[in-house]
């Protein structure tokens, strides 16, 4: 079916939409304004708990609150099974964050690592606890410092493939991010939200 009232047609729908603004507003006003703005409040209150209910059921989304800010790691010669991988990890949410752990197909383990000095000697440890990301705050995960530790890597990583990591965060939340494995320059400019 065509439509060729356009200017009729337009001032038509605006007056409707206008009636139904007013109608709106007018019921705010009346005595029924307690009911609806409760429903409105339980609305917002419940949003944050669904969003992390469909993280935690898998849904694919973008969750463009996290971030990966070039996630990379090296390649792995044949043979080894042991690698890092690294990024600048930003929380753009209402909310603060908690990295507790990661997993990655393939991988036995990741666990979250940084250095330490002991005794004047740099020691890579466990870090306890998870890795607090504030509102708006990022986290960095760098050679010589924090850093993911991949253990029982299954398969060689071979330079420009990327391999998805899961991130799991203290709130439900878990994001994919795709690592790309070369180096830090051939990871430049590459930003990944979560995915989950």
């Known amino acids: 079916m065509r439509l060729t009232h356009g ?36 609305a917002a209150a419940s949003a944050p708990e669904q969003a992390a209910h469909a ?23 044949p043979g080894a099974t042991v690698a890092a991988g690294y990024m600048h990890l930003m929380n753009h ?55 993911l530790m991949f253990f029982g890597v299954s398969r060689s990583w071979a330079e420009g493939e990327t391999v998805p990591v899961t991130l799991i965060f203290e709130s439900g939340i878990e994001a994919v991010v795709e690592f790309r494995i070369g180096t830090p320059a051939e990871a430049e400019g590459s930003d990944e939200h979560a995915h989950h």
Do not use: K
């Open 7 to 42: 200017p009729a047609l337009a001032t038509v729908l605006a007056t409707a939409i206008a009636l139904s603004l007013a109608a709106c507003s007018g019921n705010l006003g009346s005595g029924g304004d307690a009911a609806h703005e409760e429903a409105h409040a339980a």
């Open 55 to 77: 993280h935690g059921e898998g849904q694919a989304a973008a969750h463009v609150g996290l971030m990966a800010h070039q996630p990379w790691s090296r390649p792995l010669a």
């Open 93 to 147: 949410t209402t909310q603060p964050e908690t990295l507790v752990g990661a997993r990655a197909e393939g991988v036995e383990r990741i666990e979250i690592h940084d250095m330490v000095e002991v005794d004047g000697v740099m020691q890579m440890r466990p870090v306890e606890g998870g890795v607090p990301l504030a509102v708006d705050g990022m986290a960095t995960f760098q050679p010589g410092g924090r850093h």
